[in-house]
């Protein structure tokens, strides 16, 4: 037997021995009641079952064979999802855009050519030849450079889709990250890609079919090539760190693509040294007829080639012209592709050298008109499906002035409450939490006065009072919960922290607990605050974690094969739980005592102890890994830890709320009138407990604070209500693109461009307004 089944059932004995010590010596009239609260704590103690259960889940290291599944199950997953992504960035549509990338010139920024392997010279066009050159170097180490715009980020995911195009079993899987997210100075690179993996993929943590190390042996089996894109949108004191990251904790021999602005990476290396045994590449300049060839085979046959004709030919003239400058930019040529050539606007406005005297202006244009352009399109194409694109335009502009601000390229869903103040410090946190449980408690004490027609004075005043105290429990939870650092613990460490921030809520507990028992102190008093301490620490383990918004959303799902083996569980967990608290419930009133509760009409064991079994069953159920071969994406990521947010929730007021009713009943009981104050003061136990209960359970998870997030910024006209459809709508029109569940904008200068909206000198005052705009 292992150390947590150990602790579970010696402290669920030493429990039950005390309350058995102290009900008894109060009133044994009561006893029965007294045996509902017993079997309810004993029942409780399921929790403890499933925490220690935990341990005992396949732990064992992955086979050969399980790795080598969990490779050709990642290839599959990776293709799909980068096969979807290259089609709404239109990659292969018409054709790839035929940058040369060569050797880098900058001095100093590559090893030996010996370690390196030959020259590299390929076109991102060709991916026979991308994945030959890729191949031909020594150790498979690749860093991609360029200026902002110069498709860094386009080669990678070309590169990724050609390794797996040609790729063969057992081959290593290129595996894109976006390196906004690594922080050198909180985790090493190699904690860092594991975290990710899991994040990403969270397929791969299946124990039951690819072991419990298979992340771990796919990267210390070199079965992986990490894609690192964009190094330089790290903050410019953490670049040299993580590139001193990347030489020290992975082998000098792990394939490994980064891609990096020029002049950030020669800044980086200057401070930490080369990337060991990586080429390094640059792009050629986009020659303007290849810019010009893909943009007349990406418009259809017909009138609107003139435009490009007449471009060409005012090009041909003029080889330095403003337009001609700007093309050579595959951001650039991206942009006129969306603004030009999949549009009715006309080319050869680029050609007008007064309303666009150099490239900057050109490029200004570009962005301005770009979400117009495309949401203009996507109305007429669905007039009562999409966004208007005026509002469209401010809303994105608002998300860039948001990520702006936050310091940072990644729209993570979970992050989204450091956007509200309410809701960015552990005790302001703590304190909107509580307010958001009070109102649930006075409305929820208002509708049962009402409903169960209880007089407003003195039974039914006195309850409203109680609701705003018992709210302070919470307030210490949560605010010291979110204080302390957001890092991986054990869960024993987890169970000593919760229990220490259940003291508090306890301690928090008294006002209340004089308020509703009148002043009583002793055994009573003890024992309610005791069970106060006692539930809050229950909810804290049974929701997985400290109510503090974590690092990473929840991942798992429920598991949706093996359900035979799934159902014995169930079974398995709801008789025990039964079966335990009937058998306390039944050793009391055996031996005679009188009751309080009615007695032969309802097994309260048992029903005490199967609706509790039910909710820990529901919990095993839920957090069981994820079995699906699919990405993690904002939406399935969303879902997933919205499930688990509220069975946890729901499993864990329940936790609360059953012992809370009893007891109150206990207190409450009258002589004088017993069914009616019995009766009530359950209830009102039941739905105060449980809102109590999920009140902690709710902020262990990412779901519940990026919904009251995105309630109070929708509120307040900062982003849109249906935040996710309109994501997905950007992403779907190539404004955002989509990295695992994380969002972006499809380039960090139209991220700029919309947070700051950059002023340069304006047209000469007889030139028309830019396409799609609007003055401001």
Known sequence: MSKRWKVT??????????????????????????????????????????????????????????????????????????????????????????????????????????LVGTAVVCRAGDPQQLAAAFGSLTRRRLVVLGPG?????????LLLLALLRTRTTGDPVPVLFSLSSFDPARESARNWLRRRMAADYPALADTENYGASAIEDLLTEHRLIP??????????????????????????????????RSDDYVRAVTESGILTGAAVLEPAPVRTDDALALLKLATPPGPRQRGWQALAEHLDDQPQAPAAQALTSPLMVALARSVYADHDNDPADL??????????????????????????????????????????????????????AQGTYDLMWWQLYRWTPALAGPWRRAGTWALTTCIGLLLATSLLVAVLDVPSWP??????????????????????????????????????????LSLSGGLAALPAALYYYHGLFGPVLVAAIGFVCFSLWLCMLGAGGLPAPPRMPSRSRPARRGRPRQLIRVLV?????????????????????????????????????????????ALDWVRGPSTADEVATATSSIQADRLISLISGAACAVVFDIPDGIMRAVVSWS???????????????????????????????????????RMILAARGRLPWRLQAFLADAHRLGILRQVGPVYQFRHARLQHHLATRPRLPAPRPDCPSPVGTTPM
């Open 227 to 260: 894609v690192l894109d964009g190094l330089d949108e790290l903050p410019a004191q953490s670049r040299a760190a993580a590139l001193a990251s990347l030489n020290d904790t992975l082998p000098a021999d792990t394939p490994l693509v980064l891609t990096c």
């Open 351 to 404: 050609t007008d050298t007064r309303r666009f005297p150099t490239a900057a202006h050109i490029e200004r244009h570009l962005l301005d008109a770009l979400i117009p352009t495309l949401y203009g399109r996507a109305q007429r194409q669905r007039p009562n499906r999409c966004w208007d694109p005026r509002q469209a335009q401010r809303h994105l502009a608002r998300l860039a002035a948001g990520l702006h």
């Open 459 to 500: 039974e039914g005043l006195r309850w409203y009072p109680l609701s705003a105290l018992e709210v302070v429990i919470n307030i210490p939870v949560l605010g010291l919960g979110g204080l302390i650092a957001v890092q991986e613990r054990s869960l024993a460490r987890t169970a000593a922290v919760a229990a220490v």
């Open 671 to 709: 002589p004088y009138n017993p069914l009616r104050t019995t009766v009530f003061a359950a209830v009102i136990g039941l739905f105060h407990g449980g809102l109590l209960g999920a009140g902690v359970a709710l902020p262990a998870h990412s779901w519940p604070h990026y919904t009251l997030a």
């Open 9 to 114: 059932w010696v402290l669920c004995a030493v429990v039950a021995c005390g309350l058995s010590v102290v009900w008894p010596l109060r009133d044994p009239a009561r006893i029965s009641a007294a045996a509902a609260v017993v079997s309810a704590v004993i029942a409780l103690f399921g929790v403890l079952s499933v925490w220690a259960s935990r341990s005992g889940r396949s732990r064992a290291p992955s086979s050969s064979g399980q790795v080598a599944e969990a490779t050709e199950m990642l290839a599959r997953t990776v293709r799909r999802q980068w096969e979807d992504e290259a089609i709404l960035r239109q990659l292969y549509d018409p054709q790839p855009l035929p940058v040369v990338w060569t050797d880098c010139s900058h001095p100093g920024v590559s090893d030996h050519r010996q």
């Open 149 to 157: 715009g110069s498709g860094k980020t386009t080669f990678a995911v």
């Open 573 to 617: 967990l709801v008789t025990g739980v039964a079966a335990i608290s009937e058998t306390v419930f039944a050793g009391y009133t055996f031996a005679g005592y009188e009751t309080a509760l009615p007695t032969g009409t309802v097994p309260w064991g048992l029903t005490i102890g199967a609706a509790v079994g039910a909710c820990l069953a």
